[in-house]
Structures are given as structure tokens and as C-alpha cells.
């Protein structure tokens, strides 16, 4: 069995990978059973909604059985059922830390064969790492891009930050909003005191700061960070307060003091205004219909549901 360390090398290697050509890896936490990431077909720049989900095998035990143009992968019912039945493509990657290299194949009722006990997937000999041009037409080619699945896809990766804000952490979206630009365009990074996903530039004509924040987080909702707010205000404070600097004493004076002066923000507004750009960060929470994704979720991607146990190939 590969170690912890072993484990990550594989998924470091992938993430690098997909991120040198543009595209968007998020890997998953353990609540995904069988799942260590998704990928995002990112085109021009712009996210496309088109994801694939990957299972990730990193070690030189994993490259032990092998045919004449295939590594052979053994797994159990459980892990074919829940990957054939995914909303999304599944893809199996099979890295070896030795010669850096990576595998990969979808699962599919046509890719696995059933042995009695277990079920095997062969997995081409073939370096996905060394020609990502195709390898990434590929895997963009399994894609399923229907609204209906992207919308549930785009819910199903953002399921880790719904968890985090259900949990009590605090979770938080930053952005420039380019005042001057007649196309609005967004670079949003979401984030944890413990971690961070910054995305590619977001053009969005026609569509507001709400509108923006609607699309991408629906699950959402938001209030200014009243700390990054009171520290952006200092300025202004300055501007319009000071009076006069004692050089004698080293005081300042101001007409007004800073918290009768100060207003806690009670609509989304900017914590920082250059002129150029508006500077927001957003705290999330939960609205219903996050909330009441968190149960429908854990449902579908119950492992253990009835319908998984038995799994058989027609």
C-alpha cells in the first residue's frame, strides 16, 4: 500500500500538470469517496464548467501487473459502482514516482471487467504527461458540458467550502473591480486562514458585482469583512478628519474621532477604492439552498446506498 507521502506525490504531479496548461485542479477532501480531484477545462482563460473527476494511484506497486500494452488495476464493487455512476467523467490515473510518469483511463461499464471477486481496469501504457496536447483533448472530449450537469458539477467542487463554512470556519472571496474597464472583469480568489484557490480572470458583460457573485456562488451569502473595511476607511478618515500635527508633542488632531466617525458597512460595498479598482472581500455563509444541497449531496454520493451494493454489468 503507497504511503501518505507517496500518495502525494501523485496528486502534486497532476496538479502541476493541469495547472501549467491552464486548466483548474481542485483537489477533494475524503468526504468524495474515491475521488482525489477535479479538473475544469479552462478555454481562453474562462472557465468552461466542463469537469472531470479523477481517481489518483500513486506508487510502483500499482505497476506491478501489467499486459503487453496495459498496467492492470484491481478494485472492488464499491469503488466501480460509485465511479460508473458519477455525474461526471471518471478518470483513473496511475503515476509512478520512479520514471514521473502518468497513466490514465476513463471507468466506464465498457472499461472494467468483471473477475468474480474484484474487477480490473487496464490502463494504457501510454505517458499522458508527455504529450498533454492530446492528453488534454482527451479528457476534454469525455466531458459532459449540458447546463443542467455543469450547474451540478460547478456545486459538486465547491462542496469542500460549503462543508468548511458548515463546520464554523470562515471562509472568504476577494476581487478587484476594475471601474474604468467597459468590460467588468473579476479575478476571484476564495479562501481560508488555512488555504486558497485564486481562478483565472472572469469576464462577465453585462452582469453586475451581485450578479457575478449569484452566478458563481448561488449557494451563498455575503457580508463585507468588517475588519479589512475599518482598516481601508483609515485613509478616508485621514483625508477627511485631520486637523493638525502638534510637532512639539508628536499628536495629531482630528475634528472627529475615528469610531464616531466610522460606519460598519450594511450593503456590499468596496474595503478599498483607488480610483482604478475597488477592492472587496466578502465573508460567506450558507443560504437555504446551500444548506440543502449539503443533504441531497450526501445522499447521491452515499457509497453505501442500496443501489451501489451488487454492482453488475448487464
Not at 84 to 102: C, E, F, I, R
Not at 127 to 153: C, F, G, I, K, W
Not at 168 to 196: A, C, M
Request: aromatic share 12%.
Amino acid at each position: 500500500m503507497a504511503t501518505p507521502q507517496t500518495e502525494r506525490l501523485g496528486v502534486s504531479a497532476l496538479d502541476h500538470f493541469f495547472s501549467q496548461h491552464g486548466w483548474l485542479f481542485r483537489e477533494q477532501p475524503t468526504h468524495d469517496y474515491g475521488i482525489d480531484a477535479h479538473v475544469e477545462v479552462v478555454d481562453n482563460e474562462r472557465p468552461t464548467g466542463k469537469l472531470v473527476a479523477l481517481q489518483i494511484k500513486s506508487g510502483t506497486s500499482f505497476f506491478t501487473e501489467e499486459t503487453e500494452d496495459s498496467f492492470v488495476f484491481r478494485t472492488d464493487d464499491k469503488h466501480v459502482a460509485y465511479w460508473v455512476g458519477h455525474s461526471m467523467p471518471v478518470v483513473l490515473v496511475l503515476y509512478n514516482p520512479d520514471t514521473k510518469t502518468a497513466h490514465c483511463r476513463e471507468v466506464t461499464r465498457d472499461t472494467v471487467t468483471n473477475t468474480g471477486k474484484k474487477w480490473k481496469i487496464e490502463v494504457p501504457k501510454i505517458d499522458m504527461l508527455a504529450n498533454p496536447e492530446q492528453s488534454l483533448h482527451d479528457l476534454e472530449s469525455l466531458t459532459q458540458p449540458e447546463p443542467y450537469v455543469q450547474r451540478l458539477n460547478r456545486l459538486r467542487i465547491d462542496r469542500r467550502w460549503m462543508d468548511l463554512i458548515y463546520e464554523g470556519g470562515e471562509v472568504r472571496v476577494t476581487f478587484d473591480n476594475w471601474v474604468n474597464k467597459s468590460l467588468p472583469r473579476y479575478q476571484v480568489t476564495i479562501y481560508t486562514d488555512d488555504e486558497k484557490e485564486a481562478w483565472p480572470t472572469l469576464y462577465a458583460p453585462g452582469v453586475g458585482i451581485e450578479g457575478m457573485l449569484q452566478h458563481f456562488f448561488p449557494w451563498a451569502e455575503f457580508t463585507v469583512d468588517g475588519d479589512e473595511h475599518e482598516e481601508g476607511a483609515q485613509d478616508q478618515y485621514e483625508a477627511e478628519c485631520y486637523s493638525y500635527h502638534d510637532a512639539e508633542t508628536g499628536e495629531s488632531f482630528y475634528s472627529q474621532d475615528f469610531d464616531d466617525w466610522y460606519e460598519s458597512p450594511t450593503a456590499l460595498v468596496p474595503v478599498s477604492d483607488n480610483g482604478e479598482t475597488e477592492t472587496y472581500v466578502l465573508i460567506l455563509s450558507l443560504n437555504k439552498f446551500g444548506k440543502s444541497f449539503l443533504v441531497v449531496d450526501d445522499y447521491l454520493a452515499d457509497p453505501d446506498a442500496q443501489e451501489a451494493i451488487g454492482f453488475e454489468l448487464e
